[in-house]
Nanobody
């Protein structure tokens, strides 16, 4: 099993930046590709970004491209999501996710092997 713990959420104003962190523990060798999803109130959970084991290959949802950056620091078993130019529509609970397969592309929530409990990001003036 892999445990994922997110941090870094909070209340920010439109245009601000925020960096989310996700620390993995347990059987971390199983967390080959890692990523982020988000779920806004009343909406389905949606894919945000993913990164492969080496950190070289990354994939973003269209809304994240150019504003969000996913990185990982394997020595610390941590993945990050840097979010810039935040908009009110980015308000959601952000979930860290990990997959045993080393794959990046658009992830389906059903293909995720491990989930964090989420961290709330609120973008409001």
């Amino acid at each position: 099993q892999v445990q994922l713990v997110e941090s870094g959420g909070g209340l920010v104003q439109p245009g601000d930046s925020l960096r989310l962190s996700c620390a993995a523990s347990g059987r971390t060798v199983s967390a080959n590709s890692m990523g982020w999803f988000r779920q806004a109130p009343g909406k389905e959970r949606e894919f945000v970004a993913a990164i492969n084991l080496s950190g070289v290959r990354k994939y973003y949802a269209d809304f994240a491209q150019g504003r969000f950056t996913i990185t990982r620091q394997n020595a610390k078993y941590t993945v990050y999501l840097q979010m810039n130019s935040l908009k009110p529509e980015d308000t959601a609970v952000y979930y860290c996710a990990a997959r045993i397969v080393n794959y990046v592309g658009t992830w389906d929530a059903g293909g995720v092997n491990f989930w964090g409990n989420g961290t709330l990001v609120t973008v409001s003036s």
